[in-house]
T-cell receptor
Framework: DGGITQSPKYLFRKEGQNVTLSCEQN?????MYWYRQDPGQGLRLIYY???????QKGDIAEGYSVSREKKESFPLTVTSAQKNPTAFYLC????????????FGQGTRLTVV | KQEVTQIPAALSVPEGENLVLNCSFT??????LQWFRQDPGKGLTSLLL?????REQTSGRLNASLDKSSGRSTLYIAASQPGDSATYLC????????????FGQGTELSVKP
């Protein structure tokens, strides 16, 4: 089936650790996005990529890093510099940045323990 | 600053009722507008995508309209069912946002049997 796969579904991080969230798509989409969702705050954009080997910061990029070495993969690393990482993380993709429909994965819930 | 607003934040209706969810946005220069559904703890499911040149889109019991000049979109749900209970999100792709979707806060819908 075509779609976006995020893993793991649940992730626990100790203080001071870096963790990496996986996002893979087999839709042949150029654009990929990472959003963070907190209760009462809606979705906020962390990073996005319009093409392989290129990405831009979103509204809340501090404490996060990404890479886009392959078209189908856009992993997100939550670094120890992110002071409040507990949240629901959503990955999305679209054929391009303009007129196309965005599709989302099922999300990863990250909790700091 | 470009913003998307959804009113009401929550809505409770009896089963069988027709209902309208509202989305407003601050700039008419858009590529498209997309409506999503989100169930608790899940990712976003795309419901309808309306391009800037279109006035409405329909899928089953759902009908979405777009009025760019007034900065408004509505999602009409006919003959609501308990299975429609979810949070509905509106997202706008503005021209000058480089393909980033700007989300509203969502409307939490509860359909009572």
């Amino acid at each position: 089936d075509g779609g976006i796969t995020q893993s793991p579904k649940y992730l626990f991080r100790k203080e001071g650790q870096n963790v990496t969230l996986s996002c893979e798509q087999n839709l042949n989409h150029d654009a990929m996005y990472w959003y963070r969702q907190d209760p009462g705050q809606g979705l906020r954009l962390i990073y996005y990529s319009q093409i392989v080997n290129d990405f831009q910061k979103g509204d809340i990029a501090e404490g996060y890093s990404v890479s886009r070495e392959k078209k189908e993969s856009f992993p997100l690393t939550v670094t120890s510099a992110q002071k409040n990482p507990t949240a629901f993380y959503l990955c999305a993709s679209g054929r391009d940045r303009m007129n196309t429909e965005a599709f989302f994965g099922q999300g990863t819930r990250l909790t700091v323990v | 600053k470009q913003e998307v607003t959804q009113i009401p934040a929550a809505l409770s209706v009896p089963e069988g009722e027709n209902l309208v969810l509202n989305c407003s946005f601050t700039d008419s220069a858009i590529y498209n507008l997309q409506w999503f559904r989100q169930d608790p703890g899940k990712g976003l499911t795309s419901l309808l995508l309306i391009q800037s040149s279109q006035r409405e889109q329909t899928s089953g019991r759902l009908n979405a309209s777009l009025d760019k000049s007034s900065g408004r979109s509505t999602l009409y749900i006919a003959a609501s069912q308990p299975g429609d209970s979810a949070t509905y999100l509106c997202a706008v792709n503005f021209y000058n946002q480089g393909g980033k979707l700007i989300f509203g806060q969502g409307t939490e819908l509860s359909v009572k049997p």
